[in-house]
């Protein structure tokens, strides 16, 4: 049962992206932003090194629904006209998640 939830909420990720570039004119721009892991001090060495790493560490220890996310988000954009940034949010306190932002063009696809 858990893993025909998680098979569903996969393809609610892929549904989503697909319409975000559907409603999306042909090369204009599209933009998201998800939070991919929960930040742990053990974590910050891996963080600093950028983007490989971080999508390494995430695919062992994040968020697999914002993984099928920003992969799928990216599928949907000229690479060539591609920017991805992240940051850390103080969710609060004690929390803090590091979050994707991604910005694009469409490509049509």
């Known amino acids: 049962m858990k893993n025909g939830i998680l098979d569903v909420r996969d393809e609610i990720v892929r549904t989503v992206n697909h ?16 939070d991919i892991l929960k930040i742990e001090p053990e974590y910050m060495d891996t963080i600093n090194e950028g983007l ?17 996310g920003v992969k799928t988000f990216i599928e949907k954009l000229d690479k060539s006209e591609l920017t991805l940034r992240y ?20 490509n049509g696809l």
């Open 52 to 68: 490989n790493a971080i999508f390494a560490l995430a695919s062992n220890v994040g968020y697999g629904a914002a993984l099928i």
């Open 19 to 34: 319409s975000i570039s559907k409603c999306t004119k042909q090369n204009g721009f599209c933009i998201t932003w998800t």
């Open 87 to 106: 940051w850390p949010w103080d969710f609060q306190e004690n929390k803090q998640y590091l979050t994707i932002g991604i910005i694009g063009r469409n």
